[in-house]
Nanobody, 110 residues
Framework: QVQLVESGGGLVQAGGSLRLSCAASGRIFSIMCWYRQAPGKQRELVAGISLLGRTNYADSVKGRFTISRDNAKNTVYLQMNSLKAEDTGVYYC??????WGQGTQVTVSS
């Protein structure tokens, strides 16, 4: 059974950092992505990583966020630095463009 469990969200001041984790189970996924959804806005892609480590980022987070994965642990991470108020939202993990986690809330206070 496929399951994605996010953790690591919380409340942080602007300029601070958080590290999100997404633990996957059930199978190994080729593509792992982080999405986020701010209140009243559509869900948007933040970053993605392939099984071999190729990454892509939304322009709004380039240079501040880093996506990585540990295939042995079947876990993907999102290191978020220099956080801004506009980074606030629910962050979701998505696997192979098909499976979603339950989300974790990130709130950045200005």
């Amino acid at each position: 059974q496929v399951q994605l469990v996010e953790s690591g969200g919380g409340l942080v001041q602007a300029g601070g950092s958080l590290r999100l984790s997404c633990a996957a189970s059930g199978r190994i996924f080729s593509i792992m992505c982080w999405y986020r959804q701010a209140p009243g806005k559509q869900r948007e892609l933040v970053a993605g990583i392939s099984l071999l480590g190729r990454t892509n980022y939304a322009d709004s987070v380039k240079g501040r966020f880093t996506i990585s994965r540990d295939n042995a642990k079947n876990t993907v991470y999102l290191q978020m630095n220099s956080l801004k108020a506009e980074d606030t939202g629910v962050y979701y993990c998505k696997a192979d463009h098909a499976y979603w986690g339950q989300g974790t809330q990130v709130t950045v206070s200005s």
